[in-house]
């Protein structure tokens, strides 16, 4: 992630699922300054929402899904 966030590409999407801490939250907010589109898991379908929820704090999230919806999601960001 933090080699991506070097680049200026703008065609990245990040995805957080289940899981504690905010290492991966401060990663995308970092994609998330150079334009990538971001989706985070729901909190009804994680294990352990702690990950997904500081990624939701720090407001960079585009959308908020259950973990059987993010793959069409990447696959219709992915089309555009």
């Known amino acids: ?19 504690m801490g905010a290492d991966g939250a401060k ?3 970092k994609l998330r300054n150079n334009s990538a589109y971001i989706i985070a898991q729901d909190e009804e379908s994680c294990v352990v ?3 997904p929820k500081s990624t939701i704090k720090f407001g960079v999230v585009d959308k ?3 973990i059987d919806d993010i793959s069409d999601e990447i696959i ?3 089309e555009v």
Do not use: C, N, W
Request: no cysteine.
């Open 1 to 19: 992630m933090y080699s991506l966030e070097k680049t200026q590409s703008k065609d990245i999407i990040g995805v957080i699922l289940t899981g």
């Open 27 to 29: 990663g995308l907010k």
């Open 49 to 51: 929402f702690g990950m």
């Open 64 to 66: 908020v899904l259950p």
């Open 76 to 78: 219709k960001a992915v």
